[in-house]
C-alpha cells in the first residue's frame, strides 16, 4: 500500500456567537480539510485549523505547504512507515496545523486499512471523556448564564474561565460560578499569557480557596523567571500550552518544575508527537487534559479519540464542546454530549470521521 495523492480543501464554518479571549476574537472557523489517498482506494481525513494568533498559519498557506512541500513528498511512502512520515514533516519547520493534520490523517488510514478504530489501536482506555465547556470572556451574569445552560443541556459540570489580563475580573467570575455549581463542579483557569507573573502570584491564594484546579500559561511563554516564580508561589498547578507544544518543550517545562501539567492540543502535534508528549508527563508525575484547538466536529471526534485512548488524558477533563458554537458541521453525524461527557464510536474504523460530501461542497472556500 503506497500513499497516491494528499489534497488541502480549505471550508469555512459560521459561528453562531464571535468567541473572545485574549488573543482575539474569532467570528468563523476558517479550515483545511487534509486528505490522504492510497492506491488501493482508501482515503484518511484530518482537520486544520487557520489560527493567525496561535500558529500563524492561514488557510492559503496550509493548502500551499501541502501542496508545494508536503504531498509531493508523502506520496509513495507506505502509510504505516510513521517514522518516514515525521521526517517529512520535520523536513519543513513551522505549519504546525499542516503537519498535525497530515499526521492524524495517516492514523485514520491506518486503522481504515485494518479495519479497526484507531481508539482501540492507540490503547483504547476509556469509551467517553468529561467534557469541559471552555468559557469565553464577558459580563459574569452572562457568562454563567452560558455555563447554566451548558449544565441544563449537556450535563457538562467542568469549565475552564478565559483571563485576559485581569486577575479580579476573573476572580469574580470564578466565584460566581462555584457559588452557581458548588463544590463538585471542574473549574480552571487559561490566561493565554496574559498576566504579569505579579499579579498572577496575588491572586493564586484566592484562586486555590475557590477550588480552581489549574492555572494555564499565566504569562509569556517565554518569561521563564516569571513562570518560576508562580509554580514556586505554590498553591495550584500550572497548565503549559503554548510553552509546550513540543516534547522538547514540554520537557523543559516539566523537569524545570514551572509546570505540572500540560494541554495536550492533537490539532498541533499530531497524534504521533501528542502520544510522545503524554508518555513523558506520564513518566514525570504530570496531568494531561485535551484542550480545544477551536475544532469543528471534525477535530472533536478526533480528538476524542485521542483522548479516550491514553489513561492519562482519559481520566482528565477534555475541551470537546467548542464544535457546537458552529452553524453547521461538514460530517455525516457530529458527536452528541451527554450527562457531561462525549463518546467514542468504536464502530467506524480509523477515526470515527464520515466527511459529509453534499456540505463540505457547499462550505468549501476553493470555488
Ligand atoms: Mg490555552
Do not use: C
Not at 13 to 23: D, G, I, R
Not at 68 to 76: E, I, K, M, R, S
Not at 145 to 160: C, H, L, M, P, R
Not at 187 to 215: C, H, I, M, P, W
Request: charge should be negative; proline fraction near 4%; glycine fraction near 10%.
Amino acid at each position: 500500500m503506497k500513499i497516491r495523492a494528499v489534497t488541502a480543501i480549505p471550508f469555512v464554518l459560521p459561528y453562531l456567537h464571535p468567541f473572545h479571549m485574549a488573543s482575539g476574537t474569532v467570528t468563523e472557523a476558517a479550515h483545511v480539510l487534509i486528505s490522504i489517498e492510497t492506491d488501493d482506494g482508501l482515503v484518511g481525513v484530518a482537520e486544520a485549523m487557520s489560527r493567525s494568533m496561535i500558529y500563524g498559519e492561514s488557510q492559503a498557506s496550509i493548502v500551499e505547504a501541502v501542496r508545494a512541500w508536503f504531498a509531493p513528498a508523502l506520496v509513495g511512502l507506505d502509510p504505516f512507515a510513521t517514522e518516514s512520515a515525521q521526517r517529512v514533516l520535520r523536513a519543513v519547520v513551522a505549519n504546525e496545523t499542516a503537519k498535525g493534520a497530515i499526521d492524524i490523517a495517516l492514523h485514520d488510514l491506518r486503522g481504515k486499512a485494518v479495519g479497526q478504530p484507531t481508539w482501540r489501536l492507540l490503547g483504547a482506555a476509556a469509551p467517553s471523556l468529561r467534557v469541559t465547556r471552555m468559557l469565553g470572556m464577558g459580563e459574569p451574569a452572562e457568562v454563567v448564564a452560558s455555563a447554566v445552560e451548558a449544565n441544563q443541556t449537556y450535563g457538562i459540570d467542568s469549565f475552564k474561565v478565559k483571563i485576559d489580563a485581569d486577575m479580579s475580573a476573573a476572580l469574580v467570575l470564578l466565584e460566581a460560578l462555584r457559588g452557581q455549581f458548588g463544590p463538585d463542579a471542574l473549574l480552571y483557569a487559561d490566561a493565554n499569557q496574559s498576566l504579569s507573573a505579579e499579579a498572577a502570584v496575588a491572586g493564586l491564594g484566592r484562586l486555590a480557596e475557590l477550588g480552581v484546579e489549574l492555572l494555564e500559561e499565566p504569562v509569556p511563554a517565554t518569561d521563564f523567571v516569571g513562570r518560576a516564580r508562580i509554580a514556586a508561589a505554590g498553591g495550584i498547578a500550572i497548565m503549559a500550552d503554548e510553552s509546550a507544544r513540543t516534547v522538547e518543550k514540554a520537557a523543559l517545562q516539566l523537569t524545570a518544575g514551572s509546570a505540572r501539567a500540560l494541554s495536550i492540543k492533537p490539532a498541533g502535534s499530531g497524534f504521533t508527537e501528542a502520544a510522545r508528549i503524554v508518555g513523558l508527563a506520564r513518566g514525570l508525575h504530570s496531568r494531561t487534559l485535551i484542550g480545544s484547538q477551536g475544532d469543528s466536529a471534525i477535530g472533536t471526534i478526533t480528538s476524542t479519540t485521542f483522548g479516550a485512548a491514553f489513561e492519562s488524558t482519559a481520566g482528565e477533563p477534555a475541551e470537546l464542546d467548542y464544535y457546537l458554537g458552529l452553524k453547521d458541521q461538514i460530517v455525516t453525524t457530529a458527536p452528541v454530549i451527554s450527562g457531561g461527557r462525549i463518546s467514542v464510536d468504536p464502530s467506524i474504523p480509523g477515526n470515527g470521521v464520515v466527511i459529509d460530501d453534499d456540505k463540505l461542497a457547499h462550505y468549501r472556500a476553493d470555488v
